[in-house]
């Protein structure tokens, strides 16, 4: 009888659940749910977070649409999710299990994204210098812990534990009292050294931040513990891997040569490539390179371009459009305006519109907002305005990491993953213009598949 390992993706946008038959080591079924758990800033300090609730109910919905007999079958948890980000709960009640085999959110905060851009320039200037390669940024955990201490510090007394959305759920599944962190989600908070594997506890300790919200460390593609119960028919004490990052488990799902570089693009979007062995990154950060460094497997590292402005610029431009046909009294569904928007840009196949869509900004270069340029009464149309998006995310992602400079780290292909790629055929093609190599679109080349394979891989 085949056995299974649930891979379970916990995005920005989405939540994905794949099982992998671990005797073939393919995906055996699969399904994708949106969280639609964004939470509107009222407070004006640029705050992006997201409700707990929404996105674990998400999760529940998701794997509850997976056959009941494969999970029966399923013999490890792999989960991965998006990075940076944090969330706040109290030990022991973090969740309430009395509705059945599930969990759902008890003492907990929201989710705090990587997205949140309320650690300004002058903020982040204020915290103790890292002793990391990786500069902090906002939307990093630590940061984001540190803005809490000092605009907020009765907040933080209400809670004992911190972690990622997927150690979050980690540690609920296996019933832990705190939370285990592997190094790819460390990394991503800031104030962790990659090459000791440890926080900066003195530098923190000294800055006065609440030592006791550091998760503990433990390796990626290591263990968190059993499951604690049943949960979605899984039977109790299934193996339940530490969670990992969502970009590292992208990358696993479909580089299959040194010579690959993996382009992702989900909500955010990512170019990378990986690092020869025994590769070890600079003592200490460069704030203004787009290039950083973040931890694989086994001390390993992947060189990435991490742009804040992938999918969500497409989204961003949906969701202005729906706003502004609801204010003129017409409706159109999101999902048929992505359809409209990629049927009019493949219909125009370039555009002398400009568009630089950063509207994040970069993490290298905050303060640099998207702009539209060239503007002329023959280039308004949806197919132009779209094309120029499409052409603006991807020339992004060239400036951050140039073909060149992939060329002499021995690159001869781009795998394409994310769903945000899969679904928009317009990406693809301006992937295939922006880049000067062979582009090959990886099938299930996702995260949830990639931590499948991990545990696959490693249990
Ligand atoms: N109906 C659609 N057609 C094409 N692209 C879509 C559609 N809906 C969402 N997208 C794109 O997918 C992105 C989200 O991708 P997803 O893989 O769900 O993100 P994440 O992994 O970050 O949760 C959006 O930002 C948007 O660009
Ligand atoms: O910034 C990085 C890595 O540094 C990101 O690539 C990382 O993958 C984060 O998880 C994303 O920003 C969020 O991922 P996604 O929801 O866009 O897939």
């Known amino acids: 009888m085949t056995n299974f390992i649930l891979g379970l993706d916990v995005g920005t946008t989405s939540v994905k659940a794949v099982l992998l038959a671990t005797d073939s080591r393919t995906v055996s079924v699969s399904h994708a749910l949106p969280t639609a758990a964004d939470i509107s800033d009222d407070g004006g300090i640029k705050a992006k977070e997201q ?80 002793d990391s390669h ?95 119960s049943v949960w979605h028919s899984i039977p109790a004490g299934t193996p339940v891997g530490a969670a990992l990052g969502d970009f590292q488990c992208s990358v696993y799902s479909c580089m299959s040569a040194p010579t690959d570089a993996v382009l992702n693009i989900s909500t955010s979007a990512q170019l990378t490539f990986a690092m020869p062995a025994g590769f070890r990154p600079p003592d200490s950060p460069d704030s203004t390179s787009s290039i950083s460094y973040f931890p694989y497997f086994d001390s390993s590292y992947l060189a990435v371009a991490a742009s804040l402005n992938g999918g969500n610029v497409l989204a961003t431009f949906v969701g202005m459009l729906t706003s502004w046909m609801r204010e003129l009294g017409a409706d159109l569904s999101e999902s048929c305006l992505y359809e409209k928007l990629i049927h009019s840009a493949l219909n125009q196949e370039s555009s002398d519109l400009r568009v630089i869509p950063t509207v994040l900004g970069e993490r290298h270069d905050p303060g640099s907002l998207g702009q539209v340029t060239y503007i002329s009464t023959n280039n308004l149309s949806l197919g132009h305005v779209t094309r120029a998006l499409c052409h603006g995310v991807l020339s992004n992602l060239a400036s951050m990491m140039p073909a060149e400079l992939l060329q002499n780290a021995g690159v001869s292909r781009i795998v394409g993953s994310g769903s945000a790629l899969a679904r928009n055929q317009v990406f693809r093609q301006e992937v295939e213009r922006a880049f000067p190599f062979q582009v090959v679109y990886g099938k299930n080349a996702d995260s949830a598949v990639g931590v499948a394979m991990v545990l696959s891989d490693r249990l």
Not at 83 to 110: E, Y
Request: aromatic share 10%.
């Open 51 to 130: 409700d707990t609730g929404r996105i674990i109910d998400a999760v529940n919905r998701c794997v509850d649409e997976l056959p009941t007999d494969k999970l029966r079958r399923v013999c490890g948890i792999g989960l991965s999710g998006q990075m940076h980000g944090v969330l706040l709960w109290r030990a022991k009640s973090g969740c309430d299990w009395s509705g059945g085999d599930f969990f759902i959110p008890r003492d907990t905060s929201q989710l705090i994204t990587w997205q949140d851009g309320r650690c300004n320039s002058d903020f982040l200037r204020s915290l103790p210098k890292p």
């Open 134 to 228: 990786l500069n902090t940024a906002t939307g990093f955990g630590c940061a984001t812990l540190f803005w809490l201490m000092k605009h907020r510090p009765e907040f933080l007394e209400g809670f004992t534990v911190a972690g990622t959305i997927q150690d979050y759920v980690a540690s609920m599944l296996c019933g832990l009292d705190g939370c285990v962190m592997t190094p790819q989600n460390a990394a991503s908070w800031g104030f962790f050294n990659t090459s000791t594997n440890q926080w900066n506890e003195s530098i923190l300790k000294a800055a006065g931040f609440p030592l006791h919200l550091l998760p503990q460390c433990a390796p990626s593609g290591g263990l968190a513990g059993q499951t604690r």
